[in-house]
Structures are given as structure tokens and as C-alpha cells.
């Protein structure tokens, strides 16, 4: 069962790549799996600051591979 805050990253993800949300599993790769390039990415890194609030350190975004990094990224950054 996701989260709240996971349920937010999966629609972003899925809004900001043009693919179905039921497709954005923890496990994928986002660039392998979505097609992602670099343009995508940071795009989908403004959009997630958008929506909660954030700044996100580029190094650390860059670290993002998988939708679960994204999951726990997000988690250290946003006050519970």
C-alpha cells in the first residue's frame, strides 16, 4: 500500500513523463523503463519541488534512478 506522499510522487511522475500511473512501480528505472532524458528529468524535479514545497540538491536528484529513490528522497526532504 503506498503512502499519501508516494501516491503525489506517482502522479507527478506519470503527469511529467506522459505514462499511465498504474506503470510507475517502485522498481522502475526512469530513464530505462520511461524513456526519461535529461530535459525530462529536470523538469520532473521542478514539478516535485512544486508540489511539495521543496528544494531539491541536484546531486542528490542525480542519485535518483529508481521511482523508490525518488520515494526516499522525497521522504528525507519533507518535514512528516
Given amino acids: 500500500m503506498m503512502t499519501e506522499q508516494q501516491k503525489r510522487i506517482t502522479k507527478v511522475i506519470a503527469e511529467q513523463l ?6 510507475v512501480l517502485p522498481s522502475s528505472n526512469i530513464i530505462a523503463d ?10 520532473l524535479v521542478m514539478a516535485l519541488e512544486d508540489e511539495f514545497g ?11 534512478a529508481t521511482v523508490q529513490d525518488v ?10
Fill in 34 to 43: 520511461f524513456g526519461a532524458d535529461s530535459l525530462d528529468a529536470i523538469e
Fill in 54 to 64: 521543496i528544494e531539491l540538491v541536484d546531486d542528490e536528484c542525480e542519485k535518483c
Fill in 71 to 80: 520515494f526516499n528522497l522525497i521522504a528525507r526532504e519533507v518535514a512528516p
Fill in 18 to 23: 506522459g505514462i499511465n500511473e498504474n506503470f
